[in-house]
């Protein structure tokens, strides 16, 4: 079993920048890749891009010239960097454990989520 913890959400101003964290425990040595996600209110859920195990990352169109994917080996955690925010980025954004590339494809059959951190842009 894989837990995924995240921190690091908040409120920021238009233009501003915030760093979320995934942190996991358990059986870390199966995961092939850790996706980001997010669901804006009133909205469906969306693949930001993953990072796999050996630290590729790969971006969705959408957020691949502001986010950025990274990962400490050491402390099991990932991080996205959140640069150049914008009002339409609110939403609460996810981390999730994948074994497989296909899992990292709709409908997403990952089994293992973080808890989810609400990140709020204003302007």
């Known amino acids: 079993q894989v837990q995924l913890v995240e921190s690091g959400g908040g409120s920021v101003q238009s233009g501003g920048s915030l760093r979320l964290s995934c942190a996991a425990t358990?059986?870390?040595?199966?995961?092939?890749?850790i996706g980001w996600f997010r669901q804006p209110p009133g909205r469906q859920r969306e693949l930001l891009g993953h990072?796999?195990?050996?630290?590729?990352?790969h971006y969705s169109g959408a957020v691949k010239d502001r986010f950025t994917f990274s990962g400490d080996a050491a402390k099991n955690t990932v991080y996205l960097q959140m640069n150049g925010l914008r009002q339409e980025d609110t939403a609460v954004y996810h981390c999730?454990?994948?074994?497989?590339?296909?899992?990292?494809?709709?409908?997403?059959?990952?089994?293992?989520w973080g808890q989810g951190s609400q990140v709020t842009v204003s302007s």
């Open positions: 358990g059986s870390t040595s199966s995961i092939y890749a």
């Open positions: 999730a454990a994948a074994y497989y590339a296909d899992e990292l494809r709709p409908p997403w059959t990952l089994r293992h």
């Open positions: 990072i796999t195990s050996d630290g590729n990352a």
